[in-house]
């Protein structure tokens, strides 16, 4: 669980003004303490304010994550969702047969991460990854990969 007052910190320092608006979406998203899409925290802030819209919600959360305080990833459940930023840096194998979604600890990539510096001189934002692939059970029940799903 995230310390939204910690997280409300984060946003002040970035330079963003902390409007009453971007305040509930962010206590939304340390209430579903994960990944959640715009139109999960619209749900969760439509319940105490009906004067925030889906769309008005959408757009905060990609101005926070072009600050960084949140991560975009695409779990491949056709939507985007959003995650607080947190001091551990983790990643996710998602099984593309069940959905099971694993957790990936940075260190995985940081090898990477160092290497595309390096060898490209890029800054690459390794802020929240999904590899898609098939976890052992499903392996095991034989080919079935479904196209599209990355
Ligand atoms: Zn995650
Ligand atoms: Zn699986």
């Known amino acids: 669980m995230h ?10 320092s970035s ?16 209430d579903l303490d994960g990944h959640a899409s715009a139109e999960e925290v619209y749900q ?10 889906l769309s008005t919600v959408y ?10 305080i949140l991560s975009q990833i695409d779990l491949g459940r056709s939507c985007a969702e959003f995650e607080i930023v947190g001091e551990r840096r983790h990643h996710h194998l998602v099984c593309v047969s069940c959905g099971t979604v694993m957790e990936l600890d940075h260190s995985y990539l940081a090898a990477l991460e160092e290497a595309v510096r390096h060898d ?6 390794f ?10 059970e499903c392996a095991k029940r034989g080919p079935g990969f479904r196209a599209g799903a990355g």
Do not use: K, N, W, Y
Not at 4 to 10: G, P, S
């Open 44 to 53: 969760r802030v439509s319940r105490s304010r009906s004067d925030v819209d």
């Open 127 to 136: 802020d929240h990854f999904a590899l898609f692939g098939h976890c052992a």
């Open 3 to 12: 310390d939204f007052e910690a997280v409300l910190q984060r946003v002040r």
């Open 15 to 30: 330079g963003l003004r902390l409007t009453r608006q971007r305040r509930i979406i962010l206590r939304a998203m340390c």
């Open 120 to 125: 490209f001189d890029f800054d690459p934002a």
């Open 59 to 68: 757009r905060a959360l990609v101005r926070l994550r072009d600050l960084r």
